[in-house]
């Protein structure tokens, strides 16, 4: 009976505070900013008024949640974004789908990478043994904010979870790339290259060994590029091979990409390329 008597007690509870959401998304939000959450108290609170029945609480609350921040009708909705889903994870840290969704209302619709991020951060630090959370935060700064360094550093975390997936090396070793750290990319495109050599997966193996020659042919491009400025800058025009280069003290030799083929060099212009890496 007690049992029952408190889960009654927990739904009309939450049944009074959806009321008084009703209500208050009545009242004109330029007269009460901010009104459809100044009476939702911290997830702490929550934790202790409803009972033991803390899981249920985080339901409801992450139900209404994605109505209302689907509601384009509330200009101002995503203002409280992080507090809402704060409360969720307090509510159930063990919830996932809050923090993901939470997220993805961050990043598509509020353009708000700040707030995913501490969303996510929130869920790794309440579930540090789950790989998805930096794994989402580095696919998000890599294919939405083209921000190589913070995805770098996400996948870098993602790696070092136990269980997590393969490709989190591989975009990491892409994300150094992209910052020109060629050290680090060849490091691990090498590794995967040999990991995959192992598990005789030949698609993954021939992605790391076109990666391998896309980032050696970085370094050595870099290298003649270098070199032909130095060139230019002194005999004030490109040389017609690249072999002067060599002859006039500028490089020690003339590398050669890693299927032993030279690289097409244009005396007009000064650019130099590789082939196609992806072609291969």
């Not at 900013?33 to 934790?47: R, T, V």
């Not at 490091?187 to 790391?208: C, F, G, H, L």
Request: contains cysteine; charged residues 25%.
């Amino acid at each position: 009976m007690k049992k029952k008597f408190l889960i009654i007690l927990l739904i009309l509870s939450c049944a009074a505070i959806m009321g008084l959401k009703i209500k208050l998304d009545n009242i004109p939000r330029k007269t009460v900013p901010g009104s459809s959450f100044i009476y939702i108290p911290s997830g702490k609170f929550l934790k202790y008024a409803t009972f033991g029945y803390s899981s249920l609480m985080a339901d409801l609350i992450y139900v209404w949640s994605i109505q209302y921040f689907s509601d384009q009708k509330i200009p101002n909705r995503f203002d409280y974004l992080d507090h809402v889903f704060s409360i969720i994870a307090e509510l159930d840290p063990r919830y996932f789908d809050p923090y993901q969704i939470g997220a993805i209302f961050a990043v598509y619709d509020a353009r708000d990478f700040e707030t995913c991020e501490k969303i996510l951060n929130r869920g790794l630090g309440k579930n540090p043994g789950e790989w998805i959370f930096p794994f989402q935060a580095g696919h998000y700064a890599q294919m939405l904010l083209k921000d190589y360094k913070i995805a770098q550093k996400y996948f870098k975390k993602t790696m070092e979870i136990e269980g997590s997936p393969a490709m989190a090396k591989r975009l990491y070793a892409n994300a150094a790339f992209e910052q020109t750290d060629y050290k680090t990319a060849m490091r691990n495109w090498v590794e995967v290259y040999q990991m995959a050599e192992a598990e005789s997966d030949e698609r993954v193996r021939k992605i790391a060994a076109n990666h391998i020659y896309r980032t050696q042919a970085s370094i050595d491009l870099e290298s003649i590029n270098e070199g032909l400025n130095k060139y230019k800058e002194q005999f004030g025009h490109y040389p017609e091979e690249l072999s002067k280069l060599v002859t006039s003290g500028f490089l020690a030799e003339i590398p050669k990409d890693l299927d032993g083929n030279e690289y097409k060099y244009d005396s007009e212009t000064g650019e130099v390329k590789s082939e196609l890496w992806w072609k291969r």
